[in-house]
């Protein structure tokens, strides 16, 4: 079974940290993506990246970074943590989209910024 | 504009019971349309993919059906369980790209 694990399912942290949502998928995929999930907005794309090292903004970038050292681990970074972050996040991973492969989720981090 | 609306909001329905969920969809050029289940609090999982040419495909109790020249879908749940107290999210992809463009989900509780 393919399997997309994320680190941690519930953080809470203070305002002005910084925080690292790690993210690790075994079975080869080179695209990568990070969400949000919002009530009532659905998920929304913060990055994604199609290969080592290689990063594209999604639609809400601002306040995240992201890092992929390795073909298996994409890693979300909240360069100094703020309330309106507070969010659960997804990590997806798959081969090419638009060809009709199944896109795998983790399940998900709670982030609670106080 | 790309986009990817659902109905109902919400729906509640009885043990036993059939319901079918709606997904319109704007994106262009369309290469794919995904239904995801989301457990509260859990990852979403896949159900169906259907590309163009697909018009109907089946999971089990799930059915899913597409019209790409209406630009809309269905997902049909028969028989329904407690276990499919969920939302279902309708996914469209366009052809070329990575973007996958989202609805925002139709929850669905089925009371005994």
């Known amino acids: 079974d393919v399997k997309v694990t994320q680190s941690s399912r519930y953080l809470v942290k203070r305002t002005g940290e910084k925080v690292f949502l790690e993210c690790v998928q075994d079975?080869?995929?080179?695209?990568m993506f990070w969400y949000r999930q919002d009530p009532g907005l659905g998920l929304r794309l913060i990055y994604f990246?199609?290969?080592?090292?290689?990063?594209e903004k999604g639609d809400i970038p601002e306040g995240y970074s992201v890092s992929r050292e390795k073909k298996e681990r994409f890693s979300l970074i909240l360069e100094s943590a703020s309330t309106n972050q507070t969010s659960m996040y997804l990590c997806?991973?798959?081969?090419?989209?638009?060809?009709?492969?199944?896109?795998?989720f983790g399940e998900g981090s709670w982030l609670t910024v106080v | 504009k790309n986009q990817v609306e659902q109905s109902p909001q919400s729906l509640i329905i009885l043990e036993g019971k059939n319901c079918t969920l709606q997904?319109?969809?704007?994106?262009?050029?369309?290469?794919?349309l995904r239904w995801y289940k989301q457990d509260t609090g859990r990852g979403p999982v896949s159900l169906t993919i259907?590309?163009?040419?697909?018009n109907t495909k089946s999971n089990g109790r799930y059915t899913a059906t597409l019209d790409a020249d209406t630009k809309q879908s269905s997902l049909h749940i028969t028989a329904s369980q407690l276990s499919d107290s969920a939302s279902y999210i309708c996914?469209?992809?366009?052809?070329?790209?990575?973007?996958?463009?989202f609805g925002t989900g139709t929850r669905l509780t089925v009371i005994p």
């Open positions: 996914v469209v992809t366009e052809t070329g790209a990575n973007n996958l463009f």
């Open positions: 259907m590309t163009f040419s697909e």
């Open positions: 079975m080869d995929h080179e695209n």
């Open positions: 997904c319109n969809y704007t994106v262009s050029p369309f290469s794919n």
């Open positions: 997806a991973s798959g081969m090419e989209v638009d060809s009709g492969n199944t896109i795998y």
């Open positions: 990246s199609y290969d080592v090292k290689m990063k």
